[in-house]
């Protein structure tokens, strides 16, 4: 039977669906006049007062992130011994109904929605928040594939799929991670775990570990047993195995998962672009195209950097043989001048070292390298910037573009962990389609790591798409890496 007045405040319109839990019905706030979304989260006879109180805490905490990929909560009231969570209207369907009513998604609508999510989660752990009961069904997904993180805390108040105080199990723990179906507390790690397997979920159409009759006999399988390799995953294949590493040490965080998805997500969409329509300009509006997309993005060099990059090679062979014959040498410059300079180990320069965009780093295949400061002569027309100056970032950056779409391994090896995280085939993939590259406007201001670009790419199939970039530094004295990159806006002729 439909309630028609719930906590003599909110007035009961309709029902607009039906989950585990109960009915979830769209209600007008009659004191604040605006539709909210009222559902049922129990009533809780085997619970303690304490427990409640902490559940109720969590949910409320959810209402203070302020996320538009969190379902905000506006209220949770207690009427008699029923509790309803009063939430933000959001028309949608829940993952695992689309999974059930259109069937498994593709690896980039499903990194899409993924990433948002994430994006959600991220901002929670950040503030101290876990969600603790992540799944298909809890996530929601609007117009446009807009997806929101709805149910914070309920699963400690509901009991479910949690071990209740009373150590019964009730709900299906398909989501837990190892380390929660051993009895370990939930943490971040947890909701991290649980978000790789409704990917996985989501690709594949069911659950990594499929529900057993016993939830024990579950548990036992998913302390025990690796997952199963996805396979419709593609390119989430990595991050879905990343998420679900069984060791929540070694696990990433929910922000490198976000970053990852991201980058997913935004390869997807280039590829659509290149297939149909260019990337649009108003796709800033769109969650997932505001953040990276491979620091890959097409380049056509100027006269002057084109010139510049002739002389790569030579610089490489020169530099070698430098660091084959050991510290201490002299290096010359292209000016003319002979330069006193210890090599510090035995790498190739990277592509801005070679430019003498930065200062000399340690040699190392390391996306992170060793800084080395002061002991670089400046191998290129244009003396060094001194080490960390927004020049010097900005050479850095320069350089990179400078180095593509021909060297990919320099390139990778400019990238830090979180650019890797993606994969060296996708990023291979990515500049395979690339005829050519180049950046121009670029700049930092003083003291940021952020470095502002344009990047013109040319695709082969000749597509030209224009992109202004902001592009992340980690690491000092000349010695960055990329570490992040966004793209501001992007045009395509
Ligand atoms: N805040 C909301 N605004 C609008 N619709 C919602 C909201 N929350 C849930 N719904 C809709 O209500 C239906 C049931 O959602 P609910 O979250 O209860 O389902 P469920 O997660 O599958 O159930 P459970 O997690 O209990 O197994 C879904 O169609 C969902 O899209």
């Known amino acids: 039977m439909s309630p028609e007045l719930i906590a003599g405040r909110y007035r009961v319109e309709r029902a607009v669906g039906r989950g585990g839990m109960?009915?979830?019905?769209?209600?007008?706030?009659?004191?604040?006049?605006?539709?909210?979304?009222?559902?049922?989260?129990?009533?809780?006879?085997?619970?303690?007062?304490?427990?409640?109180?902490?559940?109720?805490?969590?949910?409320?905490?959810?209402?203070?992130?302020?996320?538009?990929?969190?379902?905000?909560?506006?209220?949770?009231?207690?009427?008699?011994?029923?509790?309803?969570?009063?939430?933000?209207?959001?028309?949608?369907?829940?993952?695992?109904?689309?999974?059930?009513?259109?069937?498994?998604?593709?690896?980039?609508?499903?990194?899409?929605?993924?990433?948002?999510?994430a994006d959600?989660?991220?901002?929670?752990?950040?503030?101290?928040?876990i969600h603790r009961d992540v799944k298909p069904g809890n996530v929601l997904v609007g117009a446009g594939d807009q997806a929101k993180i709805s149910d914070f805390g309920i699963a400690r108040m509901a009991g479910d799929p949690q071990l209740t105080s009373t150590g019964l199990l009730t709900g299906t723990p398909s989501y837990f991670s190892p380390e929660l179906a051993r009895g370990a507390d939930p943490g971040p790690e947890s909701d991290v775990w649980a978000l790789g397997a409704t990917l996985y979920a989501a690709v594949e159409g069911a659950s990594p570990y499929p529900?057993?009759?016993?939830?024990?006999?579950?548990?036992?399988?998913?302390?025990?047993?690796?997952?199963?390799?996805?396979?419709?995953?593609?390119?989430?294949?990595?991050?879905?195995?990343?998420?679900?590493?069984?060791?929540?040490r070694s696990r990433w965080a929910m922000a490198d998962a976000a970053h990852a998805l991201r980058r997913v997500a935004e390869r997807g969409r280039e590829r659509t672009?290149?297939?149909?329509?260019?990337?649009?300009?108003?796709?800033?509006?769109?969650?997932?195209?505001?953040?990276?997309?491979?620091?890959?993005?097409?380049?056509?060099?100027?006269?002057?950097?084109?010139?510049?990059?002739?002389?790569?090679?030579?610089?490489?062979?020169?530099?070698?043989?430098?660091?084959?014959?050991?510290?201490?040498?002299a290096l010359l410059d292209l000016n003319g001048d002979a330069t006193a300079g210890q090599t510090q180990g035995t790498s190739t320069p990277t592509p801005s070292e070679t430019q003498g965009a930065s200062p000399k780093r340690s040699p190392s295949p390391s996306p992170t390298p060793?800084?080395?400061?002061?002991?670089?002569?400046?191998?290129?027309?244009?003396?060094?910037?001194?080490?960390?100056?927004?020049?010097?970032?900005?050479?850095?950056?320069?350089?990179?573009?400078?180095?593509?779409?021909?060297?990919?391994d320099t390139g990778w090896s400019m990238l830090a962990p979180s650019m890797q995280s993606v994969g060296k085939d996708e990023y291979e993939d990515f500049w395979g389609s690339i005829e050519s590259v180049e950046s121009s406007q670029t700049s930092a201001s003083s003291g940021s790591d952020t470095v502002s670009t344009v990047i013109t790419y040319t695709f082969d199939d000749g597509r030209v798409v224009t992109e202004q970039q902001e592009i992340d530094l980690q690491g000092s004295d000349g010695a960055y890496a990329i570490a992040d990159d966004r793209v501001i806006s992007s045009q395509t002729q």
């Not at 909560?73 to 209207?89: C, K, R």
């Not at 969650?287 to 890959?296: D, F, I, K, N, Q």
């Not at 800084?371 to 670089?376: A, G, H, K, L, V």
């Open 211 to 248: 529900t057993q009759r016993n939830p024990i006999a579950l548990l036992q399988t998913i302390a025990s047993e690796p997952p199963p390799r996805p396979s419709n995953a593609g390119p989430l294949a990595e991050p879905i195995a990343r998420m679900m590493d069984r060791d929540p």
């Open 273 to 329: 672009a290149a297939a149909t329509v260019p990337l649009a300009t108003d796709d800033a509006h769109d969650p997932t195209t505001t953040t990276s997309r491979p620091v890959a993005a097409p380049v056509a060099a100027p006269p002057e950097r084109r010139r510049r990059k002739g002389l790569l090679p030579w610089l490489l062979v020169a530099a070698a043989l430098l660091l084959v014959a050991g510290a201490g040498y």
């Open 120 to 129: 959600g989660l991220a901002a929670a752990h950040a503030r101290g928040t």
């Open 370 to 408: 060793t800084p080395s400061p002061e002991q670089t002569p400046s191998k290129t027309p244009k003396p060094a910037p001194a080490p960390d100056t927004a020049e010097a970032k900005a050479d850095f950056v320069d350089g990179y573009f400078d180095v593509m779409p021909e060297d990919t």
């Open 22 to 117: 109960g009915t979830v019905w769209l209600c007008q706030d009659e004191v604040l006049g605006r539709d909210v979304a009222v559902k049922n989260v129990g009533n809780l006879p085997d619970q303690t007062s304490t427990d409640v109180a902490r559940a109720m805490r969590e949910a409320r905490s959810s209402a203070a992130l302020n996320h538009p990929n969190v379902v905000s909560v506006f209220d949770v009231v207690e009427t008699g011994d029923e509790i309803w969570m009063v939430m933000e209207y959001f028309p949608s369907r829940t993952l695992s109904e689309i999974l059930r009513e259109d069937g498994p998604l593709s690896p980039e609508r499903a990194a899409r929605i993924g990433v948002q999510v």
